[in-house]
């Protein structure tokens, strides 16, 4: 069970340990880009090219679903970002049980969005969890964990990635546990336990009273989505995708732009601490490095 592109690997680890895919639930295929079409999510173009069955129902709570995987018969029911609430029902149909692909290392950072917040949070280090499902949120016993670190300068975007490909490795090393009866199960501390909430426009906005660390992982942690942004280069309301901390402190007023030029836009930041823009998208335009929109679109120095 699984939607996006983070659950492809796992998918894909599974098909090739040669596991017997029974079927693949997916959200329903939604409209995309001008022309709306319905486009298939990652994980159903994958189960199709496999000849795998692919459901997609709009709700698991009016039976349906229960009704097709009791009619699947499956040992277990592997989880990777689905998008939905399993119902306790469902968890207790397959006699392995449920697990789940999360992309944290668990109780850290439970919910819909734990590498962004990882990011946000200037974490240097993540990872990926396997875990028995519980009907509390991500809150099930840990099978086995795999941390990374991550880069000063990577973005969430590029630790999906990564986290993606670790996930298919691990769960593919999961599943042959539970296969053989060697899988441990280790109780989270929920004591430890934060919370990564879904993301939203409201994020957006940069407060330059923050320091230039703290803004510079925020423009990492909403890449590709939903963006900082910004209205103090040139007046209007513009996207940052690329920054770097200055190795400098200055004494002019948070959001003072200090530069701008070849190198990037220099903006003071809370603590004295400066930010450099180096990459930015105004609004109808295409996304540029910071020389590029400078070329047409000249920009004040305020101190």
């Known amino acids: 069970m699984g ?18 895919l029974c079927g693949v639930f997916t959200q329903p295929d939604r409209p995309k880009n001008r022309g709306m079409r319905l486009q298939p999510t990652p994980v159903k173009e994958y189960a199709m090219s496999k000849e795998i069955p692919v459901y997609q129902p709009a709700t698991l709570k009016d039976g349906t679903a229960l009704a097709q995987i009791k009619a699947l018969a499956p040992e277990l029911i592997v989880v990777a970002a689905y998008g939905r609430i399993l119902p306790k029902e469902l968890l207790d149909c397959p006699p392995l049980g449920c697990v789940n692909v999360h992309s944290s290392l668990l109780p850290k950072y439970r919910g819909a969005a734990p590498i962004n917040w990882a990011v946000i949070h200037g974490e240097t280090e993540t990872g990926v969890t396997i875990m028995h499902m519980a009907p509390e949120l991500d809150a099930g016993d840990i099978i086995l964990q795999q941390s990374t670190p991550i880069g000063p300068d990577e973005t969430a975007a590029q630790l999906h990635d990564r986290l993606a490909c670790i996930g298919g490795e691990l769960i593919a090393k999961a599943v042959s546990m539970l296969e053989d009866g060697t899988a441990p199960r280790h109780p989270q501390d929920p004591s430890k336990a934060t919370y990564a909430p879904m993301l939203s426009r409201e994020m ?30 040139g007046g209007r309301t513009v996207k940052i995708f690329s920054t770097a901390v200055a190795g400098r402190t200055v004494s002019a007023a948070p959001g003072t732009i200090l530069a701008a030029g070849g190198e990037g836009i220099d903006i003071a930041c809370g603590g004295g601490t400066v ?17 590029e929109y400078l070329r047409g679109n000249p920009v004040a120095i305020t101190g």
């Not at 939607?3 to 894909?12: G, I, M």
């Not at 940069?206 to 942004?229: C, M, N, Y």
């Open 275 to 291: 930010l450099r823009v180096l990459e930015l998208q105004a609004e109808g335009k295409r996304r540029m490095t910071a020389a």
């Open 3 to 20: 939607t996006p592109e983070f659950a492809v690997p796992s998918l894909r680890a599974l098909v090739e340990a040669g596991h017997d």
């Open 204 to 233: 957006s906005p940069i407060d330059w009273t923050k320091s230039a660390k703290e803004i510079h992982d925020q423009v990492r942690g909403l890449i590709p989505w939903p963006a900082t942004t910004t209205q103090i280069i």
